[in-house]
Nanobody, 124 residues
Framework: QLQLVESGGGLVQPGGSLRLSCAAS????????MGWFRQGPGKEREFAGA????????YYGESVKGRFTISRDNAKNTVYLQMNNLKPEDTAVYFCAASVNPVIRVADSEWQSWGQGTQVTVSS
């Protein structure tokens, strides 16, 4: 069974940067698409971005496009989310997810494995 653990969250000022990590265990992630979702206070969970199994293709939600970058290191069984130019509206719990689907979907119901989440707070 694939297990995912996020880390790297914290408090950052507007305009700052953070890098989240998602460490996988139990199985290799090399055959999985990997994604990041987020859930802000009082909001539904939202697709932030995803990367295909090879790392050759990435997808981003409109609200983070141009500021967030997803990458993966299959040798380390780890996925990253680099977040730049953070805004207060980026405040959320960020979740890592994995999917066996060959086509990346933005609906969270299409993702089979989930981490527990890491809190990101953007505030001055």
């Amino acid at each position: 069974q694939l297990q995912l653990v996020e880390s790297g969250g914290g408090l950052v000022q507007p305009g700052g940067s953070l890098r989240l990590s998602c460490a996988a265990s139990g199985r290799t992630i090399s055959s999985y698409a990997m994604g990041w979702f987020r859930q802000g206070p009082g909001k539904e969970r939202e697709f932030a971005g995803a990367i295909d199994w090879s790392g050759g293709t990435t997808y981003y939600g409109e609200s983070v496009k141009g500021r967030f970058t997803i990458s993966r290191d299959n040798a380390k069984n780890t996925v990253y989310l680099q977040m730049n130019n953070l805004k207060p509206e980026d405040t959320a719990v960020y979740f890592c997810a994995a999917s066996v689907n060959p086509v990346i979907r933005v609906a969270d119901s299409e993702w089979q494995s989930w981490g527990q989440g890491t809190q990101v707070t953007v505030s001055s």
